[in-house]
């Protein structure tokens, strides 16, 4: 199965259990296919901690996609199945991510440099039509993005309340 296979096949499950696919890796490990999922509450907005995911809401998805693998992919000779947040530095793909996090800094990984260089920071101000903005006039199509994520310093992730 390929990774647009797997994609086909728990994007509905999720949204029906109320999560969103954020990222999919596919390896190997001990001769066993890994299945690494990444999920998020569907229809979550802002940058609230406390709506998180939670070590129940991997258990629960953990079971619910491990048994649609085992009904609908029986051919998978034995896998191994990782369902777990986000995390703090989490990618964003979709433009409906990049707007959510809007305001929020990125470390943002192109496929080929510019000006020397394959790695920017900044602040998201906007995505729109395949196009990411950041402060700074930086302008960027996401087809030449190699990775984006959310970019925290050590003083934004410590600071005091």
Same mark, same amino acid.
């Given at each position: 199965?390929?990774?647009?296979?797997?994609? =086909?096949?728990?994007?509905?499950?999720? /949204?029906?259990?109320?999560?969103?696919?954020?990222?999919?890796?596919l390896?190997?490990?001990?001769? $066993?296919?890994?299945?690494?999922?990444?999920?998020?509450?569907?229809?979550?907005?802002?940058?609230d901690?406390?709506?998180?995911?939670?070590?129940?809401?991997? /258990?629960?998805?953990?079971?619910?996609?491990?048994?649609?693998?085992?009904?609908?992919?029986? /051919?998978?000779? %034995?896998?191994?199945?990782?369902? =777990?947040?986000?995390?703090?530095?989490?990618i964003?793909?979709?433009?409906?991510d990049?707007?959510?996090?809007?305001?929020?800094q990125?470390?943002?990984?192109?496929?080929?440099?510019?000006? %020397?260089?394959?790695?920017f920071?900044?602040?998201?101000?906007?995505?729109?039509?395949g196009v990411?903005?950041?402060?700074?006039?930086?302008?960027?199509?996401? =087809?030449?993005?190699?990775?984006?994520?959310?970019?925290?310093? /050590?003083?934004?992730?410590? $600071?005091k309340?």
């Open positions: 199965m390929t990774r647009n296979d797997f994609e =086909s096949l728990f994007l509905p499950v999720l /949204e029906n259990a109320g999560y969103d696919l954020v990222d999919l890796k390896s190997s490990q001990n001769r $066993k296919m890994l299945i690494q999922i990444f999920i998020d509450h569907a229809g979550a907005s802002g940058t901690a406390n709506s998180g995911i939670t070590f129940d809401d991997c /258990e629960k998805v953990s079971s619910i996609l491990g048994e649609c693998l085992d009904r609908e992919a029986p /051919e998978l000779d %034995g896998y191994l199945l990782e369902v =777990s947040s986000p995390g703090i530095d989490r964003l793909k979709k433009e409906k990049f707007n959510r996090f809007a305001g929020s990125v470390k943002v990984k192109l496929k080929q440099p510019v000006e %020397g260089t394959k790695i920071y900044g602040e998201i101000v906007k995505c729109e039509d990411l903005y950041l402060t700074g006039n930086q302008i960027f199509r996401l =087809s030449d993005t190699a990775e984006v994520r959310l970019h925290y310093s /050590e003083e934004d992730i410590f $600071k309340k």
